[in-house]
């Protein structure tokens, strides 16, 4: 029997970026959110006010105050959308029964909601051909149209940031491979421990012949992109915890760290936090305290990281999030799929929008985290409902890779992408016989 | 059992002024210095409209404190409340939006809480502790 020439796993170059989310340097001495809408509107006007020469030279440029009757001119602010199936903590306490009709399962959309746009000077509502579907509160937009008779602001053009500048992706030769998974959620009734150990023996090389085990020593990182374990509700509930319980609630923590460190012995990997784990529930997600993975955390090649996640692999440059962002703009406005939603945030160069509207997130004073000053070259959403993919091309030759990542616990699905060609493919694990 | 529970809880604040509403009408007429009339009872205006347990209704701030309360009201520069005077004149430079450069001389100068008088300009915006 021949000996098995000896693989060895290709490496890549990683930098962490995720510092701006950091918010150990932030003091709150009570401060609101108004603070992070004037810096988010400060920034984006700067940019749009630079774009505006380009896309129509001839029109003046004013504010809310400043608009007169009838003439054409261009506006920038902060969009907010009114709407009426929004739920407000108020209603709890409003005497009256309200009339407020039923709202649909998944969104709190209704044909009645309109768009309001407001600077520092003031806010005026706006009609005509600006749709309030495609857009939500906390946008930064151009407005080309004039204010009519009624007071209304009648949009004629709307121009949004686009696609922020690229970096060019040097020319790699070989495929490299990053695994993204999320969704784990240990410790629910779905999860299937023998399918994530198909997964991990997987992409450790522990599976398949010698072909199946040289693709997967070109895995060069694997990233868990939230909602890696599930904690029973009764625990979490706000009542005290019984002490035959307490050791209960640590063990899918503890089941998840097994499982990591079969992983990290082998290859270096990220995880982050999710709506469901034990971390921050306001944005941006701090990373997982490494003291809840006693065994991983023994090896350097762990990282706990935070909620947004940006890092760059061999001058790949990655952003992603725990499905927050996205699935939020779900709740609020409307698309094809979820890929739309994912573009939107890239045009709109805003991360997460409806953050501080409808989205927990830090009241910072000085900066807003969330805006995307750079394109990425590959952006993931995790704990969709289906995996999805789509290659953005920008007008200025960026090319983005946007990706839906499904939950691993129902579909079984972890995605792979190269780093050559940033081609995405899925890695299908199934544990029944009659699939 | 909770009523007694909340007074234990959320600290007891009126020490000075106004007390009690059965003593009230003895220490309004006591209180009024000044000729204006207050439409409502002072028990809602108290921390407003007293200050060290007099009526604060002339103007007891310097020229210094002028010069800063028209930066906290300068809408250029962004919300003023939740954030120190010298952290909003910092973000407004560091934004580019060019604020007077001499009351950020004026910020430093302001000594610590210590030793002031009551004409030295405040640390914290117009509105800090009253809203």
Same mark, same amino acid.
């Given at each position: 029997?021949?000996?098995?020439?000896?693989?060895?796993?290709?490496?890549?170059?990683?930098?962490?970026?995720?510092?701006? +989310?950091?918010?150990?340097?932030?003091?709150?001495?009570?401060?609101?959110?108004?603070?992070?809408?004037?810096?988010?509107?400060?920034?984006?006007?700067?940019?749009?006010?630079?774009?505006?020469?380009?896309?129509?030279?001839?029109?003046?440029?004013?504010?809310?105050?400043?608009?007169?009757?009838?003439?054409?001119?261009?506006?920038?602010?902060?969009?907010?959308?009114?709407?009426?199936?929004?739920?407000?903590? /108020?209603?709890? +306490?409003?005497?009256?029964?309200?009339?407020?009709?039923?709202?649909?399962?998944?969104?709190?959309?209704?044909?009645?909601?309109?768009?309001?746009?407001?600077?520092?000077?003031?806010?005026?509502?706006?009609? @005509?051909?600006?749709?309030?579907?495609?857009?939500?509160? @906390?946008?930064?937009?151009?407005?080309?149209?004039?204010?009519?008779?009624?007071?209304?602001?009648?949009?004629?053009?709307?121009?949004?940031?686009?696609?922020?500048?690229?970096?060019?992706?040097?020319?790699?030769?070989?495929?490299?491979?990053?695994?993204?998974?999320?969704? &784990?959620?240990?410790?629910?009734?779905?999860?299937?421990?023998?399918?994530?150990?198909?997964?991990?023996?997987?992409?450790?090389?522990? &599976?398949?012949?010698?072909?199946?085990?040289?693709?997967?020593?070109?895995?060069?990182?694997?990233?868990?992109?939230?909602?890696?374990?599930?904690?029973?509700?009764?625990?979490?509930?706000?009542?005290?915890?019984?002490?035959?319980?307490?050791?209960?609630?640590?063990?899918?923590?503890?089941?998840?760290?097994?499982?990591?460190?079969?992983?990290?012995?082998?290859?270096?990997?990220?995880?982050?936090? =999710?709506?469901?784990?034990?971390?921050?529930?306001? &944005?941006?997600?701090?990373?997982?305290?490494?003291?809840?993975?006693?065994?991983?955390?023994? +090896?350097?090649?762990?990282?706990?990281?935070?909620?947004?996640?940006?890092? #760059?692999?061999?001058?790949?440059?990655?952003?992603?999030?725990?499905?927050?962002?996205?699935?939020?703009? +779900?709740?609020?406005?409307?698309?094809?799929?979820?890929?739309?939603?994912?573009?939107?945030?890239?045009?709109?160069?805003? &991360?997460?929008?409806?953050?501080?509207?409808?989205?927990?997130?830090?009241?910072?004073?000085?900066?807003?985290?969330?805006?995307? #000053?750079?394109?990425?070259?590959?952006?993931?959403? @995790?704990?969709?409902?289906?995996?999805?993919?789509? /290659?953005?091309?920008?007008?200025?030759?960026?090319?983005? *890779?946007?990706?839906?990542?499904?939950?691993?616990?129902?579909? @079984?699905?972890?995605?792979?992408?190269?780093?050559?060609?940033?081609?995405?493919?899925?890695?299908?694990?199934?544990?029944?016989?009659?699939? | 059992?909770?009523?007694?529970?909340?007074?234990?809880?959320?600290?007891?604040?009126?020490?000075?002024?106004?007390?009690?509403?059965?003593?009230?009408?003895?220490?309004?007429?006591?209180?009024?210095?000044?000729?204006?009339?207050?439409?409502?009872?002072?028990?809602?205006?108290?921390?407003?409209?007293?200050?060290?347990?007099?009526?604060? /209704?002339?103007?007891?701030?310097?020229?210094?404190?002028?010069?800063?309360?028209?930066?906290?009201?300068?809408?250029?520069?962004?919300?003023?409340? =939740?954030?120190?005077?010298?952290?909003?004149?910092? *973000?407004?430079?560091?934004?580019?939006?060019?604020?007077?450069?001499?009351?950020?001389?004026?910020?430093?100068?302001?000594?610590?809480?210590?030793?002031?008088?009551?004409?030295?300009?405040?640390?914290?915006?117009?509105?800090?502790?009253?809203?």
């Amino acid at each position: 029997m021949p000996v098995p020439m000896p693989m060895e796993r290709k490496q890549a170059s990683y930098s962490n970026l995720d510092e701006r +989310y950091g918010i150990q340097g932030e003091k709150y001495q009570g401060q609101q959110y108004s603070h992070i809408y004037f810096t988010r509107l400060h920034h984006m006007r700067n940019l749009l006010h630079a774009l505006v020469p380009s896309w129509k030279p001839q029109l003046p440029v004013t504010t809310v105050l400043g608009l007169e009757e009838g003439k054409d001119c261009i506006i920038v602010g902060t969009l907010y959308k009114h709407m009426k199936l929004k739920p407000s903590i /108020l209603d709890e +306490y409003s005497k009256e029964r309200s009339a407020i009709p039923l709202v649909k399962p998944h969104n709190f959309m209704h044909p009645d909601d309109h768009l309001v746009l407001e600077d520092e000077s003031g806010r005026v509502t706006l009609a @005509g051909a600006i749709p309030p579907a495609a857009f939500v509160t @906390g946008v930064v937009v151009a407005l080309h149209g004039k204010e009519t008779s009624a007071g209304n602001f009648l949009v004629e053009d709307v121009l949004e940031a686009g696609l922020p500048p690229q970096t060019a992706l040097s020319c790699a030769d070989e495929d490299k491979y990053v695994v993204f998974v999320s969704g &784990l959620s240990v410790g629910s009734g779905t999860f299937n421990p023998l399918q994530f150990q198909l997964l991990i023996d997987h992409i450790t090389g522990h &599976l398949g012949d010698e072909n199946e085990q040289t693709i997967a020593s070109n895995i060069v990182r694997v990233v868990v992109a939230g909602n890696s374990v599930h904690i029973a509700p009764r625990f979490v509930n706000g009542q005290t915890v019984a002490s035959k319980d307490q050791s209960r609630i640590a063990e899918p923590i503890k089941e998840l760290d097994i499982m990591l460190t079969q992983l990290v012995a082998s290859l270096p990997v990220d995880i982050m936090p =999710g709506c469901q784990d034990p971390a921050n529930f306001s &944005l941006p997600q701090q990373p997982l305290h490494r003291c809840l993975f006693s065994g991983a955390s023994t +090896y350097n090649t762990f990282s706990s990281c935070s909620n947004p996640h940006q890092f #760059e692999l061999d001058s790949v440059q990655f952003l992603g999030t725990s499905g927050q962002n996205i699935d939020d703009l +779900y709740k609020y406005s409307d698309a094809k799929d979820k890929l739309e939603f994912m573009e939107r945030t890239l045009r709109w160069r805003h &991360l997460a929008p409806t953050a501080p509207n409808s989205l927990g997130c830090y009241p910072y004073t000085d900066k807003d985290p969330f805006l995307i #000053e750079s394109c990425p070259h590959a952006y993931f959403v @995790g704990n969709q409902d289906k995996y999805e993919t789509r /290659l953005l091309e920008g007008p200025e030759k960026q090319k983005v *890779r946007l990706i839906c990542i499904p939950r691993f616990s129902e579909s @079984g699905i972890a995605v792979m992408l190269n780093l050559r060609n940033l081609e995405c493919s899925t890695l299908s694990f199934s544990t029944s016989f009659d699939a | 059992m909770a009523s007694s529970g909340m007074k234990d809880f959320y600290r007891q604040k009126k020490k000075g002024g106004v007390t009690k509403a059965s003593s009230s009408s003895k220490k309004k007429t006591q209180q009024y210095t000044g000729g204006a009339s207050v439409g409502a009872p002072d028990t809602a205006q108290t921390s407003a409209l007293v200050s060290h347990g007099s009526w604060d /209704l002339k103007d007891d701030f310097g020229d210094q404190e002028e010069q800063l309360r028209q930066f906290d009201m300068d809408t250029k520069f962004g919300p003023c409340i =939740g954030v120190s005077r010298l952290q909003r004149w910092e *973000r407004a430079s560091a934004m580019g939006l060019q604020p007077p450069a001499h009351l950020r001389d004026l910020l430093l100068r302001i000594p610590s809480t210590k030793n002031r008088s009551d004409s030295t300009p405040s640390v914290e915006c117009l509105w800090e502790g009253k809203v």
